[in-house]
């Protein structure tokens, strides 16, 4: 009786990523999207996928960063509270720090704003063999000076460049951006933290609440707070103008933190799966290299085990008599 083949890794893990992808094809409504959704677990076993995920991304990542090829861009975006910096420590728990590297976007500078909007965003993409996070990133340049047309005004922008199709022009260069960064080997995974409002209000409270907390507390995030509809508003926006197949979105229902890490983690790994990711293969002149560096470094160390013998000569009592 023939075995059923065993599913492919990308199989395994299609529930907790096909649902919340999306490429540019369809229509996308955010109100459409859950932040509470479980996928069917419990915390028990989203822990258990958690951890096979953090295995399989060292892995890869030991891979990616040895075979010197591609790199991979993971970008977080989502509102106050809503899990970007706990989701990055759970899941990238483990993975070698040489080949990763955390950059967070806050207010920009004075340097950074005599730049175009992508500048900064661009000195810090990863380099071949690595993984770059951003936690937030060039998309708070379609989001935060939307809300806010005074921070669109501090950019220094040419007054008559600033139109009514700002917006659309900024997507279109952020996909021209991305198509050109794909097809020079960096993957691109952009994940939106879909939390509820609700849940946000827990969150906060629960900050005010903790002492160990209360650091990441500011009463920016109750007056951003107030913005909630016109914030949802642009993120669906940004969703629907920017997903493509080489740089999808993934919405990921971020009101059960443990499970939103299962979606992310889920989607990092069956991308790079997809990669065919591989240790370099030494080449025939490489391995005879390798063959005679063995032979000498073998007879070094039967050259060493003859000069000890020879140093400690012959014993002429045991241990505990003396000699004659």
Known sequence: MSKKPSQSLADTLKPFVAPFRFDGAGKFHLKSCKANEKGGLDKDKAEDILQSNRERLNDFQEKLYAQDRWSLLVIFQGMDASGKDSAIK????????????????????????????????????????RIGIFNRSYYEECLVTRVHPEFLAAEKIPHKLVTGNIWQERFADICAIERYLARNGTLILKFFLNVSKQEQRERFLD??????????????????????????????????????????WYVVPADHKWFARVV????????????????????????????????????????????????KGPTSAKKGKKAD
């Open 90 to 129: 759970s899941i990238f728990e483990g993975v070698n720090p040489l080949g990763c590297e955390v950059t967070s976007f806050k207010q920009p500078s004075s340097l950074e704003l005599n730049h175009d909007f992508m500048w900064r965003a661009m000195i810090a993409l990863p380099e071949r063999g």
């Open 207 to 248: 900050r005010l609440d903790q002492p160990a907390k209360n650091w990441k507390f500011s009463m920016n995030d109750i007056s951003e707070r107030a913005r909630w509809p016109r914030y949802m508003a642009v993120y669906q926006d940004i969703v629907r103008h920017t997903s493509t197949p080489f740089a999808p």
């Open 264 to 311: 992310i983690g889920s989607a990092i790994v069956s991308a790079l799966e997809a990669l065919s990711l591989h240790f370099p293969r030494a080449d025939k002149a490489s391995l005879a290299e390798f063959e005679r560096v063995r032979q000498a470094l073998e007879s070094e160390g039967r050259g060493r085990s003859k000069s000890k013998k020879v140093a």
